[in-house]
């Protein structure tokens, strides 16, 4: 079992509409989850980090968090073209400073 | 902008050459990652420094590999003897581990190191 799992894709949605990216974790003693997104070519853009159960929203982005499922995920809402992208979860443990990626998911929004 | 710079931002070279990298993080910074990414992966940790101190190395990190960060500024990451397998993209990143933080991590454009 990889320790953070996303679906590569690619998700594809129209644009205005809600994506939404998933990813779980194996350590149960992570500590804070962290959402990148990259463009093709870039280097990885950090967009939302979140620690505590719940949800934590930045404009069109709200991150979720379930510690008990141990399951994170990133909704998009009125999604652009310009979001097309790959998008990282990472985590960190505790009693570490390294991140631990997932393998990223493509996001693919339609005109 | 003072964001995380890195150098070169690519590099060709042939099979069993040494190379090195640098990179500067966002000054205010003391924490200093080097990561490696692949096509279709997500970034793999390698090392990282709490200012001058090397605090984590991954156990999958070649004894090739060294990262140096003397006076807990600017790091270098060296590569002896590169193989083909070390064709990816470096990435370092920067954070502070002052209060308040989640050690939320800042990354540079990244070297695309190529080995022929």
């Known amino acids: 079992q990889k320790e953070v799992e996303q679906n590569s894709g690619p998700l594809s949605v129209p644009e205005g509409a809600i994506a939404s990216l998933n990813c779980t974790y194996s350590?149960?003693?992570?500590?804070?989850f962290f959402w990148y997104r990259q463009y093709s070519g870039k280097s990885p853009e950090l967009i939302m980090f979140?620690?505590?159960?719940g949800d934590k929203e930045d404009g069109r982005f709200t991150a979720q968090l379930n510690k008990a499922s141990q399951y994170v995920s990133l909704l998009i809402r009125d999604s652009q073209p310009s979001d097309s992208a790959t998008y990282l979860c990472?985590?960190?443990?505790?009693?570490?400073?390294?991140?631990?990626f997932g393998q990223g998911t493509t996001l693919q929004v339609k005109p | 902008d003072t964001g995380v710079s890195q150098d070169p931002r690519h590099k060709i070279t042939k099979r069993g050459q040494n190379v090195t990298f640098r990179c500067d993080p966002i000054?205010?910074?003391?924490?200093l990652y080097w990561y490696r990414q692949t096509l279709g992966q997500g970034p793999e940790f390698l090392t990282y420094?709490?200012?001058?101190?090397?605090?984590?190395k991954s156990r999958l990190l070649s004894d090739r590999f060294s990262a140096e960060r003397p006076k807990g500024s600017f790091s270098t990451l060296e590569i002896q003897r590169t193989e083909q397998g070390d064709s990816a993209m470096y990435l370092c990143?920067?954070?502070?581990?002052?209060?308040?933080?989640?050690?939320?991590?800042?990354f540079g454009p990244g070297t695309r190191l190529t080995v022929l």
């Open positions: 990143a920067s954070s502070s581990s002052g209060k308040p933080s989640y050690n939320e991590q800042f």
């Open positions: 350590d149960r003693g992570s500590q804070s």
């Open positions: 979140i620690y505590s159960n």
């Open positions: 990472a985590v960190r443990s505790s009693n570490t400073g390294k991140l631990i």
């Open positions: 000054s205010e910074h003391n924490r």
């Open positions: 420094f709490q200012n001058e101190a090397q605090l984590e």
